[in-house]
């Protein structure tokens, strides 16, 4: 079975500083690979995916992520965060092939922007 | 293009209560919908999912149910809820779209929050 874990519950980070959110996967099947946000009292926004192809995704916002295979690993990263990106970001991985592709979701990672 | 509904937005609810949460999905045919919870400080708990009108798969057991009556409308019920139950319960959808390849990822409602007292 499939499951997603980020390392960080919370990171705070200065305005205008780099960022990196990390996401480690485990999967005895090729996976797809997502990253999501959520800002407060609303639904879940897709920032970037992995289907295949190029290993560096780049995404609204700014955003961007590598898919390294050899350390199951999917960060995502931003060279300069902005206040409006104080939120909680998830990541989740899918095995395809399957019809349903559900989606295992981490546990979230709550970014806060300090001014 | 594709939009996602869900009611309502909040809702107060005593314990013992019924509950009825819907969903609907516009601009798409056959979606697979999902019902997810996340409880206060925690992830996303998949509830029910479904490929297809009257298909319902379970994930978790509990006092909750879910309906598949329309091919674009999903419903999450209960008959008695617990206090256990709060928390905010997100509605998403995922499959083609019309005229555009197969998409993998799942796109989301803006949620409900439901506060059982």
């Known amino acids: 079975a499939q499951s997603v874990t980020q390392l960080d519950s919370q990171v705070p980070v200065f305005e205008e500083a780099p960022v990196e959110l990390r996401c480690n996967y485990s999967?005895?099947?090729?996976?797809?690979l997502f990253w999501y946000v959520q800002y407060p009292n609303q639904g879940l926004q897709l920032l970037l995916k992995?289907?295949?192809?190029?290993?560096l995704v780049k995404g609204i916002n700014g955003f961007e992520a590598e898919f390294n295979k050899s350390q199951t690993s999917f960060h995502l990263r931003k060279p300069s965060v902005h206040i409006s990106d104080t939120a909680e970001y998830f990541c989740?991985?899918?095995?395809?092939?399957?019809?349903?592709?559900?989606?295992?979701f981490g546990t979230g990672t709550r970014l806060t922007i300090i001014p | 293009s594709q939009t996602i509904h869900q009611w309502p937005a909040t809702l107060v609810q005593p314990v013992g209560s019924p509950l009825s949460l819907e969903c609907t999905v516009e601009?798409?045919?056959?979606?697979?919908l999902y019902w997810y919870r996340q409880a206060a400080g925690r992830g996303l708990q998949l509830l029910f999912y479904?490929?297809?009108?009257?298909?319902i798969s379970s994930e978790v057991p509990q006092n909750l149910s879910a309906s598949r009556p329309q091919d674009r409308q999903f419903i999450l019920s209960s008959k008695k809820l617990l206090l256990s139950d709060s928390g905010f319960y997100l509605c998403?959808?995922?499959?083609?779209?019309?005229?555009?390849?197969?998409?993998?990822?799942?796109?989301f409602g803006p949620g409900t929050r439901l506060t059982v007292t």
């Open positions: 998403a959808w995922s499959g083609p779209g019309q005229g555009a390849a197969y998409s993998y990822e799942q796109y």
């Open positions: 999967s005895s099947v090729s996976v797809y």
């Open positions: 992995y289907l295949s192809g190029s290993t």
């Open positions: 989740a991985v899918s095995e395809y092939g399957f019809g349903n592709e559900k989606l295992t």
């Open positions: 601009g798409t045919s056959n979606p697979n």
């Open positions: 479904s490929v297809g009108i009257g298909q």
